[in-house]
C-alpha cells in the first residue's frame, strides 16, 4: 500500500467517524427534546413550582422507576409525585399531586408499586397509556373503586386482610350461586355439569359483556344451557359487582414472591387429621383458624359431629371422607390451585 493511499484510508476513516458522531448527537438532541415535552416531566416541573420540596428527598426532576418484588418495572410515582407526602393529603389537592388515601395502607410503592392494585401499565409514561381504562387496549385495564380489590387476589387469599371485602363476597357468590358445579376453577378449568366452559380468564371481557352472561345467557350463546341469575342478581347490583369483581380476579397473575398467598397454600395441602386425628376428631395445639371458609362452616365441618370417637385411618385406595370430598371443590375459590387441599398419606392421614 503506497503512503498516498494509506492517507486516503485514514481520512475516510476520520470522515465516517465524523459522520457517526454527528448522527449520535442529533439523537440525542431528538431524543432531549422530546423529552421536554414528555408530560411526566410538565408535571414534574408544575409539582415542583407549586409545593416546593421541603424536607423529602428525592425532589428533583427526573423519571421515578421501581422495580417491584413481582420484577416489573413501576414508573407511576414519576408523575404522582405527591403519594406518599403527609403535607399532600388535602383533598382540594388535584390529581395526580395528592398524597395516597387509606387503601394505601403499609404497601411501600418501591416494593408494591402501583399497578399492583390499580392495574394499568406500570411501565408506561404516556398518561393514556399509563392508564389504559378498562375498555382500552392495555395489559391490565386501571380499576376504579371498588374494583381495585380484584388487584389484591394477586398477592393476598381473598379475605385475609380488610379492605377486600367486595372480593370475598364474590367468592362466597361463585360458591353459594353454584358456578363451581358446572364452572370448576382446578384442572384447566373446564368440565362439570354441562360442561362450563373455563372461567379463569373470562374477567378481560368488559362488565357489560359479563353481565349479559349473567342475566341473559342466551344473548352471548343462543341456546344456552346455563341457567339465568336474573333472581339472584337482577336487583342486587352490589352482589353483582362482587361476583364481577371476583370473575377479575381470575384473570389476573399472581404476584407469589410479594405476598402470602404461598404461605396460605402450603399450610392447605396439610392434611387435616394431623392435627384432628385426636379422640373425637379433637385436634390439639394452639392454633385457631384463620381460613374463612373453615370459619363459617365449622358447624358441618366438625370432625366429633361423625367421628365420635377417633378419625378412622385413611384407606389404601384413598376414598375421601365424604364431607371433606363434599367441600374439597370450595377450597380453590380462595386457594390457588388447591385442587387436591387434602392430600392423601398414611394412617390418619386423609385418603
Ligand atoms: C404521565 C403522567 C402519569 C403517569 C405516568 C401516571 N399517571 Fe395517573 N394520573 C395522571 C394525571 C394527570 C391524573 C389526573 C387527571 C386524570 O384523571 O386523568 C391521574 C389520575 C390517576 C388516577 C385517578 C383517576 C380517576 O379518574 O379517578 C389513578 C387511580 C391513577 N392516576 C393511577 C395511576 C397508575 C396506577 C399509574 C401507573 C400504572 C399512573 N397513574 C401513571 C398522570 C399520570
Ligand atoms: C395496596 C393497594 C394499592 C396500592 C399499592 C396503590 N393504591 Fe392507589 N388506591 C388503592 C385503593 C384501595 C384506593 C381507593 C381508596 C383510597 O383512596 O385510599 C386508591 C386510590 C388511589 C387514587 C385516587 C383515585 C380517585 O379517584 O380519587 C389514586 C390517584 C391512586 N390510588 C394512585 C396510586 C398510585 C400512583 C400508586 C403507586 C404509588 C398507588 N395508588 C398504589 C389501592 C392501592
Ligand atoms: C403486590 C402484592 C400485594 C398486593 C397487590 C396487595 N397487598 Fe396487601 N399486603 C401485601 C404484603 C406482602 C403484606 C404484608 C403481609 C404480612 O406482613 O404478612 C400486605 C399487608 C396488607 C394489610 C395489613 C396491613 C398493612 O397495610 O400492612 C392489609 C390491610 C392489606 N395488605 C390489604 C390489601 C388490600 C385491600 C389490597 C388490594 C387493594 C392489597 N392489600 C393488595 C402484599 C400485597
Ligand atoms: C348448569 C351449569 C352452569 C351454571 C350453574 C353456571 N354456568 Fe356459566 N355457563 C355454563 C355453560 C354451559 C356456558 C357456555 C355457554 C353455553 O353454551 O351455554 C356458560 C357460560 C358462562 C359465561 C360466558 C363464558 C364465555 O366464554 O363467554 C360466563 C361469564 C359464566 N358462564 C359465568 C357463570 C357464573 C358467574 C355462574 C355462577 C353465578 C355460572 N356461570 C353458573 C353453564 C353454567
Ligand atoms: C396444624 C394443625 C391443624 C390442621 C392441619 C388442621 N386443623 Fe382444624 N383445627 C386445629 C385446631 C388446633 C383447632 C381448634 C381446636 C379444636 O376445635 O379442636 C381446629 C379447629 C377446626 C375447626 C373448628 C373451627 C375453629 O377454627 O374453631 C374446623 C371446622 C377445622 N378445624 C377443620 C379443619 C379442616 C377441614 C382441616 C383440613 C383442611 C384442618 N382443620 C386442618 C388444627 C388444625
Ligand atoms: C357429616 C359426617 C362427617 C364429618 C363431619 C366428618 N366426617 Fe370424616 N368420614 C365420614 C364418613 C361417613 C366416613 C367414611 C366411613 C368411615 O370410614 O368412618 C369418613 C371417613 C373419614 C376418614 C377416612 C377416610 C378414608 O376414606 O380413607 C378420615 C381420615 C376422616 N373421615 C377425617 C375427617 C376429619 C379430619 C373431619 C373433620 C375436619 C371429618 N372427617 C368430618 C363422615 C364425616
Ligand atoms: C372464601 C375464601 C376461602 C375459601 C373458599 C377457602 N379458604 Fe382457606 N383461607 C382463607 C383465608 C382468608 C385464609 C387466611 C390466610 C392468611 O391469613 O394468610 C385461609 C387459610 C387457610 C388455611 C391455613 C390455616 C388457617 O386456617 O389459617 C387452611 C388449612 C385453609 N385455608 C384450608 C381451606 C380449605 C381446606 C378450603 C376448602 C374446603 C378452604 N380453605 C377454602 C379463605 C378461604
Request: charged share 20%.
Amino acid at each position: 500500500m503506497s503512503a498516498n493511499e494509506r492517507e486516503r484510508e485514514h481520512r475516510l476513516l476520520r470522515i465516517s467517524l465524523l459522520v457517526a458522531a454527528c448522527a449520535l448527537l442529533c439523537v440525542f438532541v431528538l431524543v432531549a427534546i422530546r423529552a421536554g415535552r414528555a408530560p411526566w416531566r410538565v408535571l414534574q416541573e408544575r409539582f415542583f413550582a407549586l409545593y416546593p420540596a421541603g424536607s423529602e428527598a428525592g425532589d428533583t426532576v427526573g423519571i421515578r422507576q421501581y422495580t417491584t418484588c413481582a420484577s416489573e418495572v413501576d414508573r407511576c410515582s414519576s408523575c404522582h409525585l405527591g403519594i406518599g407526602r403527609s403535607d399532600l393529603a388535602d383533598p382540594g389537592i388535584p390529581l395526580p399531586f395528592r398524597a395516597h388515601g387509606p387503601g394505601l395502607g403499609n404497601h411501600l410503592p418501591d416494593r408494591i408499586g402501583c399497578s399492583a392494585c390499580h392495574g394499568g401499565n406500570g411501565r408506561a409514561l404516556d398518561p393514556v397509556a399509563a392508564h389504559a381504562w378498562a375498555g382500552r387496549r392495555g395489559r391490565d385495564p386501571l380499576m376504579r373503586e371498588p374494583h381495585i380489590q380484584a388487584g389484591c387476589a394477586r398477592c393476598h387469599v381473598p379475605g385475609d386482610q380488610p379492605g377486600q371485602e367486595r372480593l370475598e363476597q364474590g367468592a362466597w357468590l361463585y360458591l353459594g350461586l353454584g358456578c363451581m358445579r358446572c364452572h370448576p376453577l382446578t384442572g384447566g378449568g373446564r368440565g362439570g355439569d354441562d360442561f362450563g366452559p373455563d372461567l379463569t380468564g373470562i374477567g378481560r371481557k368488559d362488565l357489560a359483556y359479563l353481565k349479559t352472561s349473567l342475566l341473559e345467557p342466551t344473548d352471548n350463546f343462543p341456546g344456552s344451557t346455563m341457567p339465568s341469575f336474573r333472581l339472584a342478581l337482577g336487583k342486587d347490583p352490589e352482589a353483582m359487582e362482587s361476583l364481577l369483581i371476583y370473575l377479575e380476579s381470575l384473570a389476573l397473575h399472581r404476584y407469589p414472591a410479594c405476598g402470602t398467598r404461598g404461605q396460605a397454600r402450603s399450610l392447605v395441602l396439610r392434611p387435616c387429621a394431623t392435627c384432628h386425628a385426636g379422640k373425637g376428631g379433637h385436634a390439639s395445639g394452639r392454633m385457631k383458624h384463620r381460613c374463612a371458609y373453615l370459619l363459617k362452616k365449622a358447624p358441618e365441618l366438625r370432625c366429633a359431629n361423625c367421628h365420635a370417637s377417633v378419625i378412622p385411618p385413611a384407606g389404601r385406595e384413598g376414598g375421601y371422607c365424604p364431607l371433606l370430598k363434599q367441600h374439597r371443590g370450595a377450597c380453590c375459590a380462595c386457594h390457588d390451585g388447591a385442587a387436591n387441599p387434602f392430600p392423601r398419606g398414611g394412617r390418619g392421614n386423609m385418603g
